[in-house]
């Protein structure tokens, strides 16, 4: 266990849904991140929050929408997915910004149909 | 930003065997840090490590960081060891997030 929870673990979505994965983290970190892990690349960093506010965003598709309504929580919803956007979703969280070492949840493990 | 390689890619090891896992980056690092991944997908923390060396159990790691690589060493690898490896770093110079090593698959074998 490192703290930070993920749910759902697995998720099969049509590509009209919508959907949303929610993370938590329970070390009382004040930044939270997202990260997306597709087969063969390198984990790639969609979202960044430190204190509550969006602080980068990796040019991420519109279809996905960051959510942070406090320090523990860090939501992604997803509507009008495309089977590319299949992969593996990591939550992360660090005490402050990217200097902290970070701690990753479970994932979520995504499949666009 | 920084660049993050990592050697080998891929490894096969016998029960016992020690190894050593190279990252290689291209810039002065702020944070370094390396990770397994389990076959479930899990990142486990395994060392923080901008410079310096580090033990814990049957792990070690060194950052030679003004030569610019990381060794994790593994001795007596068990089957459990088995999974992806990787290295992450940050230069906050250049820009504010961890970049990523594509990894090394590792697998223990009876």
């Known amino acids: 266990e490192t703290g930070v929870t993920q749910t759902p673990r697995h998720l099969v979505m049509g590509m009209t849904n919508k959907k949303s994965l929610k993370c938590e983290q329970h070390?009382?970190?004040?930044?939270m991140y997202w990260y997306k892990q597709s087969a063969k690349k390198p984990l790639e960093l969609m979202f960044v929050y430190n204190f509550k506010e969006q602080t980068e965003n990796n040019s991420v598709p519109s279809r996905f929408s960051p959510e942070c309504p406090n320090s523990s929580h860090l939501f992604l919803h997803l509507h009008t997915l495309q089977p590319e956007d299949s992969a593996l979703y990591l939550c992360a969280s660090s005490q402050d910004g990217a200097l902290n070492e970070q701690f990753f949840g479970p994932g979520t493990r995504l499949t666009v149909l | 930003g920084i660049q993050v390689e990592q050697s080998p890619p891929d490894l096969i090891l016998q029960e016992g065997a020690n190894s050593t896992l190279r990252c290689n980056f291209s810039d002065s690092v702020n944070n370094l840090q390396w990770f397994h991944q389990n076959p479930w997908g899990q990142l486990i923390n395994l060392f923080y490590i901008p410079s310096g060396t580090k033990q814990n159990g049957r792990l070690s790691a060194t950052t030679v960081a003004t030569e610019r690589y990381s060794l994790l060493y593994i001795s007596s690898s068990q089957t459990t060891d088995s999974g992806v490896y990787f290295c992450?770093?940050?230069?906050?110079?250049?820009?504010?997030?961890?970049?990523f090593g594509t990894g090394t698959r590792l697998q223990v074998t009876l």
């Open positions: 992450a770093a940050l230069n906050t110079g250049t820009a504010s997030k961890l970049t």
């Open positions: 070390l009382g970190h004040n930044a």
